[in-house]
């Protein structure tokens, strides 16, 4: 078999080639993608390939690199001792873009029938989401700003009304980004910059500003405007770790005003059953209950089904700021343009 794939095969640069698949060995599992989700971010500080030394960007991005983390699809045969999946079986994992992908069979989970392969792909994104709002420890009538809402954002903002935070302000300058946060449960939407977004902060919160500000942006730029939007006593969350850390700057108030600042990353969420609610499977059928439930919502963030083929144009379009509202999937089931 032949499998279409994405990859970075040095900094700025993007291809998508083919190359051919055996079948799964023992204990492994051939899956055919459908869907995968583009995580921003992380994808684009990839492909610039800008990382301070010694930080866990550089110990990770090697090229030629392949992106993507978030991958939906169905089983297209298992190897020997296999036991628990079968050809057909929906499935999502941690896959990078890429048509067929052998996996072990623990990398790999069975999706629940309700769960849609629109609402799968968000899972390593959720996963995220709440290791940043774990962090927080978000008590019941807190305040809590949001800066930055992409998908992770977005899910941010969810997990904070979940979690009883009585005011939840979005703070984004795009006012799609803001619309869909308004639909995810935000109850104050400020279409302006960090910088800028102070003194309306203090307006709505009669001046006593905020317990808990999420900066997840990635942008270094942005830590140093985000203390100043949090109270005496209050906690920053680091949740967009950013590539080049050296140009993080604290800003004022931190030590006078007994700031905690937190850093919050995906692998706090364990594999371990003994890590309780952060346990990833714990997590994961949570986000499932809650679609069920309709109180998360994530197949209707997504703004745009692409080919993959068009993978370099659409790299292209997000580093030059045209990301849509919402996020942005590869449809695998579209190969339209393949030589």
């Known amino acids: 078999m032949r499998s279409l794939f994405v990859e970075f095969t040095k900094p700025g640069e993007v291809r998508v080639a083919r190359e051919d698949v055996t079948p799964p060995g023992s204990g492994e599992v051939l899956c055919r993608t459908t869907l995968s989700l583009i995580s921003p971010g992380t994808e684009l500080a990839c492909l610039r390939g800008e990382f301070d030394p010694d930080t866990n960007w550089e110990e990770w991005v090697r ?5 993507g983390y978030s991958m939906a699809g169905i089983v297209e045969a298992v190897g020997e001792g296999v036991t628990t999946l079968r050809p057909g079986d929906r499935v999502q994992s941690y896959a990078p873009h890429q048509e067929l992908v052998t996996l072990t069979e623990r990398e790999v989970r069975l999706l629940p029938g309700s769960v849609t392969d629109e609402e799968a792909v968000w899972v390593p994104l959720v996963v ?3 290791a940043g709002t774990a962090r927080a420890a978000i008590t019941l009538g ?15 903002v969810q997990y904070a009304v979940a979690q009883g935070a009585s005011r939840v302000v979005a703070v984004d300058t795009d006012d799609r980004r803001l619309d869909l946060a308004r639909a995810s449960g935000a109850s104050d939407l400020l279409a302006a910059t960090a910088a800028d977004a102070r003194a309306a902060v203090a307006d709505l919160t009669g001046g006593r500003l905020a317990e808990v500000v999420f900066d997840v942006t990635g942008n270094p730029a942005v830590l140093s405007q985000a203390v100043r939007l949090a109270r005496t006593l209050g906690r920053v969350v680091l949740l967009g770790d950013t590539p080049t850390p050296s140009r993080q700057m604290l800003g004022p108030g931190v030590v006078s005003n007994s700031l905690t600042i937190l850093g919050a ?9 003994s890590a309780g609610p952060l346990n990833r499977d714990a997590v994961t059928g949570l986000y499932f209950r809650r679609l069920a439930s309709g109180t998360f919502r994530t197949a209707g963030m997504i703004s745009e089904r692409v080919p993959p083929m068009d993978a370099a144009a659409v790299y292209a379009r997000l580093r030059d700021g045209g990301a849509p509202a919402g996020a942005l999937c590869f449809d695998w089931t579209d190969t339209k343009g393949e030589q």
């Open 128 to 130: 995220t989401a709440a």
């Open 265 to 273: 990353h995906a692998d706090l969420v364990s594999d371990d059953p």
């Open 142 to 156: 807190e305040t809590v700003v949001v800066l930055g809402l992409g998908p992770v954002g977005q899910l941010v």
């Open 63 to 67: 090229y030629p690199f392949r992106p």
